[in-house]
């Protein structure tokens, strides 16, 4: 696979020469895919949970997604990985988001597997990566307690004498996955993340907004776990860092699977005696959804290139990319209900599956105003540096 | 992904490089402006020819009409090296962006030999004719009649909105050749002298006090034939060429950006001296209009990518416009306001030499301007709806009907 390189000079000066695109390798990955996600009509996948009918994930799509090589895509080769990179990341996260699929895909490889291949000691990398390679064993994230953004001070999760204790809400498949990376505050009151096995802890299932992303409670009780490396607080936002751009390239893919369900059913659609998509009310809605999309998407691939190269301004493009598709998203899949009238509004229709789905991703990594302070933080310290 | 330039790319940047060191112009176009019009259109018509003589002028034209006959990507690689000098450029860009390719589209030979070289040069500046007070976004439904009389047209109206027709030598101008069919049907396109008597220009004064634009008055102008710039009744298809090649021309709104917001911000204090730019409103609008100048920054980089690859470039920059002009009215209006009573006044004052509310006053006041030159917010979502989502035109009762019946 081509690498990704960075020429330029200085951001200020304009002068770059850029390629802000996917290799053809990796665009035809990214259409395998699509194309293995629309065969499964992962949508339909992902209603059955939704419903209730199914829990966990789509075990038959998760499998698929094994064969195909995407669990170990980006894990190195001596962990059983394929040693690709960060990009296939992203166009599989974005395939991922167009058909809403429900897999354990972003908390198990995108952000676990991830946290251990770059802060795990080379023990927890031998015996963690090829289970997670493989898509045989299922990690997540286990990050907040309360209501609100997560801050140090209210991590009251504790780990001491080699057990943690203390209780995380709405882990993502919290009831799938068979170990975690849990937030935890060790004696000395430091913030770090702590690897545990959950198959001796309780777990129960939340209900949520967003069935076909299963979240849980689970209550550590002198539950043996150990530390992943030395990561530290600034690791952990650098992992959130790297995660957000993923979770940016899913919702740039749901918000413009919104925007082709709006155009269809405005095409077929007819009132008053003609087509509504000739309406300038709904043209013109879709086309500041195109707007947002377009916004969105050139947003995450600058992103891309920073996570892919590990750039200096990674924590400013992540929040960029992270904010823009939030929007976008958000604005994609509440006006495609609009644009679908009644019908939107529906238990039938899969208007509904999107909406639960933007706002999901919405707050997965923390809420906007914390990406929003985030961001202007960051450009304030990236100005005084440049003053400096 | 990667953003090297190619080996030759890279060598056409270093020879564009070495002759910008060795010849660029001494003073900015922004310092020319302060002279007024006439001492900026001198330093503007100076570089322009400088460029000529040395082969950096109209980089995308033929050779044979004072171009370079250079790839687009070289193009771009020239406009990224000639930076801030190519705002000296600004006079000749309706000539040279869409003045010239309809010219090299339907103009005789004979004239484009004679009238190319020159526009290239700077020596003449173009301008177009295109929209009437009854005419704006339905350019179409323009009523300037060209009537043949012999070899010749005999045209009679009035145009608006020009912009640069007060120091033009020649224009394209749109005209109905015939009333009785339907208005996309009947119109011709033509070349003019802009110095003849049966022209008269008289400028508009804008809202923001500043005249960019004028009135273009025809009172009986005589045009020979061969002036004719496609067949007669191919004006519209014409036209749109004209428009086309507009595509790579993006248009950024002029005017002070969130670099300019977010500075101010930083500076000033709130009631309780904390700085502006810790509050969260602030932070909110700050965030937002980032990603929105980060986004149009990045979507032209996709163009380019593409450009560089040999393939067409997508439709993205279409969004260009729409929402760099509600940026600068949004960031103008909010600077203004944070800024507060001193943020309307226009002098220098004791304690405020280097005015920081000047540039968000000139923002504010251009903007609603910005939204409507060159497609309205309206017509361009229009444009995207219809040509990127693929979506049906509203039905238009005047289609087939005879202009004249209208």
Redesign the interface.
Known sequence: MPRFCYYARAETTGNEHVNLDFSDEQKLLGDQVNKMLSDSDSVTAARRLVEGSETGYDTEIWRQMQELGLTGCAIETQYGGLGLGDLELCVISEAIGRHIAPTPFFFSICMAARAIQLFGAEEQKRTHLPGLASGERIATMAIAETPGAVSQKRIRTRFGGGVLNGRKIGVCDGMSADFALVMAQDEGGSVGLYLAELGDTQRSPQKSLDPSRPVACIEFSDTPAEPLGSAGWDDIQHIRDRAAVLCAFEQVGGAEACLEMARNYALERKAFGRQIASYQALKHRMADIYILNTLARSNAYYAAWALSTDAQVLPSAAATALLSATEAFDFAAAENIQIHGGMGFTWEFDCHLYYRRSRALGVILGGTGSWQRKLISALRAQNSTAVA | ?????TQQ?AEF?VEARSWLEGNKPERSAADERIGGEESYLRAAKAWQKRKYEAGWACLHWPKEYGGRGASPMERI?WG??E?KYAALSGPFAIGQGMCGPTLMGYAIEEHKQKYLPPMASGEHIWCQLFSEPGAGSDVAGLSTRAVKDGDEWVINGQKIWTSGAQFSDYGILLTRTDPDVPKHKGLTMFWIDMHDDAVEVRPIKQASGASGFNEVYFTDLRVHDSQRLGAPGQGWEVALTTLMNERLAVGDAPGPDFNEI?DLV?DLPDENDNPL?ED?RV??H???W???K??????K??T???L??GKTPGP?NS?TK??SAAKLQQISRFAIDALGISGTIRDEFEGNEDNPALPFIDGFMGAPGLRIAGGTD?I???I???R????????RVDKDKPFSQL
């Open positions: 992904m990667d953003f090297n330039d790319e940047r690689i990224q090296e930076g977010f930083c730019v969260g932070i909110e700050l965030a937002r980032y990603c929105q980060s986004g149009l920054k990045y979507t980089y996709r380019i990518s593409a560089s690859q993205e969004i729409i929402v309206e361009l979502r229009n995207i709806a219809e990127v989502l693929g979506l049906p035109q509203e039905v």
